[in-house]
């Protein structure tokens, strides 16, 4: 994970504030900083509010939605929505040689915070994300079908 990022808001050289469009302004400079590295094109994990180690853990969580899901959050669904759109934008594509496909998609949850501080954590994962679920039992083990919950 050698191209995550985390933020403290509000950040003044981003120009960006306690609320989403600051969250944006963060996710868009870490996939900016990332050029490509990280085996783009990625998804996006994002994680609002928490403090430094459970923002880390939440933004890795959210990489565990399935990428076509739609967030229950309306703000956080249309969040997820323009962040895929303006970082797909920035021309940075596949590898970092260019082009219009540089994030798969993005997936955002948010945490309860202190009033002092407002961390943006931004975890991203390479385009070969690979997950699949299994229950482990004393006498067995079960892997699971997307459809099974």
Not at 21 to 32: F, P
Not at 34 to 45: D, E, K, R
Not at 108 to 128: E, I
């Amino acid at each position: 994970e050698n191209v995550g990022a985390q933020y403290s808001l509000p950040h003044a050289g981003l120009g960006a504030g306690r609320d989403l469009d600051g969250v944006r302004r963060a996710a868009l400079d870490a996939v900016h900083q990332a050029q490509g590295q990280g085996c783009a094109p990625g998804v996006l994990g994002i994680a609002i509010g928490g403090d430094r180690g459970s923002s880390f853990l939440a933004s890795k969580e959210a990489l565990l939605r399935p990428l076509d899901d739609v967030n229950p959050d309306a703000a956080l669904a249309e969040l997820e929505a323009r962040l895929l759109g303006e970082a797909n934008e920035l021309g940075i594509g596949p590898m970092g040689f260019g082009g219009q496909t540089t994030v798969l998609g993005v997936k955002a949850r948010s945490l309860h915070r202190l009033p002092a501080s407002f961390f943006v954590s931004v975890s991203y994962m390479c385009w070969a994300h690979r997950r699949r679920r299994m229950v482990v039992d004393s006498d067995s083990v079960r892997i699971l079908d997307r459809s099974e919950p």
